[in-house]
T-cell receptor, first 115, second 117 residues
Framework: AAGVIQSPRHLIKEKRETATLKCYPI?????VYWYQQGPGQDPQFLIS???????DKGSIPDRFSAQQFSDYHSELNMSSLELGDSALYFC??????????????FGPGTRLTVL | AQKVTQAQTEISVVEKEDVTLDCVYE???????LFWYKQPPSGELVFLIR??????QNEISGRYSWNFQKSTSSFNFTITASQVVDSAVYFC??????????????FGKGTHLIIQP
């Protein structure tokens, strides 16, 4: 079965640079979520989108922005990168039926290293 | 505010032993969803189970079983006859139904399970 696709899988940036992470949800899934997982930590929810509209917001820094496009893929844009942004970034997708929370299936993650 | 507590940071057992991972949650909502995910050393997050707050039936899937008790706000996970391949970090997570179906998950800190051969 098709899974969530994330690209790139690894990314190395310098401080103050920008980065763009991409997420392609499971076919027919209409909801996308972004999470950040620091070393040895649990995943922290950043933001979610349903039908191209922001749906829920977590601890996303103001330097980060995200959007969902008409083909349901999503991009997380990160600017003015800091050393503390080094983490594993997960995208998850789900299918929303009548407002019911469906299971979130996670992609393999993008490992971002900020030097 | 919602919260998930996994008090066991690390558990080490010998292969074939049974092991239970504890999960206690806090929420003000009457409708919520509980999940368990597995994160093996390769790093991906693998979905194991989803439970809604109205379904307290316990579930068994092969060597895995889950015990959901609303009275104690617990959702514990038991692996029977553990195997080395079960070694991973296991996360318990909670989602409240306030966002109409697109709510972010709140994860516990995770339990690192080590199965020794």
């Amino acid at each position: 079965a098709a899974g969530v696709i994330q690209s790139p899988r690894h990314l190395i940036k310098e401080k103050r640079e920008t980065a763009t992470l991409k997420c392609y949800p499971i076919p027919r899934h209409d909801t996308v979520y972004w999470y950040q997982q620091g070393p040895g930590q649990d995943p922290q929810f950043l933001i979610s989108f349903y039908e191209k509209m922001q749906s829920d917001k977590g601890s996303i820094p103001d330097r980060f922005s995200a959007q969902q496009f008409s083909d349901y893929h999503s991009e997380l844009n990160m600017s003015s990168l800091e050393l503390g942004d080094s983490a594993l970034y997960f995208c998850a997708s789900s299918f929303r039926l009548a407002g019911v929370t469906d299971t979130q299936y996670f992609g393999p993650g993008t490992r971002l290293t900020v030097l | 505010a919602q919260k998930v507590t996994q008090a066991q940071t690390e558990i080490s057992v010998v292969e074939k032993e049974d092991v239970t991972l504890d999960c206690v949650y806090e929420t003000r909502d009457t409708t919520y969803y509980l999940f368990w995910y597995k994160q093996p050393p390769s790093g991906e997050l693998v979905f194991l189970i989803r439970r809604n707050s109205f379904d307290e039936q316990n579930e068994i899937s092969g060597r895995y079983s889950w015990n959901f008790q609303k009275s104690t706000s617990s959702f514990n996970f038991t692996i029977t006859a553990s195997q080395v391949v079960d070694s991973a970090v296991y996360f318990c997570a909670l989602s409240e139904a306030t966002g109409g179906g697109a709510d972010g998950l709140t994860f516990g800190k995770g339990t690192h399970l080590i199965i020794q051969p």
